[in-house]
């Protein structure tokens, strides 16, 4: 049943990818943005994972919390310090900051603790399952529970509570959620938290999955989660969790099938693809805009 493990090996992989995604979908749903920086979100989360493990000695899923508190409130100064005055901007200049930003945190990181990668502490057992005859990692399980953990909250924040309902108001008409009375500044803040801390939970899993990260981490695997945004929908949450999934599952099949060298390859073809015969993504609709 080697087609079962790879297809487990796949969706774990791709909801690592779905974790990011969503910090995509729900900032370009909320304004109109795709940050590039967000990948580097995603490398930040994974080095503090490593340094709560490796120097503070940390359990992983202590280390994994603090993570995601880092990143969201990294993601919220992102916002503040770069984003916070283009808002009426051209979406040209916010998207070349959006590039500019990112070539900074990665270079900064670079300067300020060297380019070497770094081992990430092995600290999950490595047993496996035998189910249907093919054996399952603790590892994959682990990656998927609590991926699978993350997207339910966000579906409740989103959802069921107060801060969900206004970023869903901003996101449907940012003036008339203001006229209403919501904090549009707050509400995009809290944007940011939230997909940020999903990626630095992504990071540190990466890190788990991988066992080595380096500060240039997060420039594939923040490309291929923009891939599995636009491949559901971009700006639609359920939509960047199955793409995620969806990618994943691809890639894990090329490689598994003797293309390792075009497991990347994959993620580009499929958003070519998608681009020319759905550009609005599996759960993406065709509207109109009024002039």
Same mark, same amino acid.
């Given at each position: 049943?080697?087609?079962?493990?790879?297809?487990?090996?796949?969706?774990?992989?791709?909801? /690592?990818?779905? !974790?990011? @995604? $969503?910090?995509?979908?729900?900032?370009?749903?909320?304004?109109?943005? #795709?940050?590039? @920086?967000?990948?580097?979100?995603?490398?930040?989360?994974?080095?503090?994972?490593?340094?709560?493990?490796?120097?503070?000695? !940390?359990?992983?899923?202590? @280390?994994?919390?603090?993570?995601?508190?880092?990143?969201?409130?990294?993601?919220?100064? #992102?916002?503040?310090?770069?984003?916070?005055?283009?808002?009426? @901007?051209?979406?040209?200049?916010?998207?070349?900051?959006? /590039?500019?930003?990112? !070539?900074?945190?990665?270079?900064?990181?670079?300067?300020?603790?060297?380019?070497q990668p770094k081992a990430f502490p092995d600290i999950i057992a490595n047993g496996t399952f035998e189910i249907l005859g093919a054996k399952i990692s603790i590892k994959s399980i682990l990656i998927l529970s609590i991926?699978?953990? !993350?997207?339910?909250?966000?579906?409740? /924040?989103?959802? *069921?509570? *107060?801060?969900? *309902?206004?970023?869903?108001?901003?996101?449907?008409? =940012?003036?008339?959620?203001?006229?209403?009375?919501? =904090?549009?500044?707050?509400?995009?803040?809290?944007?940011? %938290? &939230?997909?940020?801390?999903?990626?630095?939970?992504?990071?540190? &899993?990466?890190?788990?999955?991988?066992?080595? /990260?380096?500060? $240039?981490?997060g420039i594939i695997p923040g490309i291929k989660a923009f891939v599995a945004a636009v491949l559901g929908g971009i700006g639609i949450i359920p939509g960047a969790m199955v793409g995620g999934l969806v990618l994943g599952?691809?890639?894990?099949?090329?490689?598994?099938?003797?293309?390792?060298?075009?497991?990347?390859? %994959?993620?580009?073809?499929?958003? #070519? $693809?998608?681009?020319?015969?759905?550009?609005?993504?599996?759960?993406? *609709?065709?509207?109109?805009?009024?002039?």
């Open positions: 049943m080697e087609w079962i493990q790879q297809l487990v090996n796949g969706i774990s992989l791709g909801s /690592i990818y779905a !974790l990011i @995604a $969503l910090g995509y979908t729900m900032v370009y749903g909320i304004i109109k943005l #795709i940050n590039f @920086a967000h990948g580097d979100v995603f490398m930040v989360g994974s080095f503090v994972g490593f340094y709560s493990i490796v120097g503070l000695g !940390l359990d992983f899923f202590t @280390a994994l919390v603090l993570a995601m508190i880092f990143c969201a409130i990294f993601g919220v100064l #992102i916002e503040r310090i770069a984003y916070k005055r283009l808002r009426n @901007a051209t979406r040209i200049a916010a998207l070349i900051t959006a /590039i500019g930003v990112s !070539l900074l945190i990665e270079n900064g990181f670079i300067f300020t603790w060297g380019p991926s699978i953990t !993350l997207m339910v909250i966000l579906q409740f /924040i989103v959802h *069921k509570t *107060k801060i969900g *309902k206004a970023m869903r108001a901003v996101s449907h008409d =940012n003036e008339a959620a203001r006229l209403m009375g919501i =904090n549009v500044d707050n509400t995009i803040s809290a944007t940011f %938290a &939230i997909g940020s801390a999903l990626a630095g939970a992504a990071g540190v &899993i990466f890190g788990l999955y991988y066992t080595k /990260i380096d500060p $240039l981490m599952v691809i890639e894990t099949f090329v490689n598994a099938s003797g293309f390792s060298l075009w497991r990347d390859a %994959a993620a580009f073809v499929i958003l #070519i $693809l998608i681009l020319i015969f759905r550009p609005n993504g599996i759960f993406g *609709k065709n509207t109109r805009e009024k002039v």
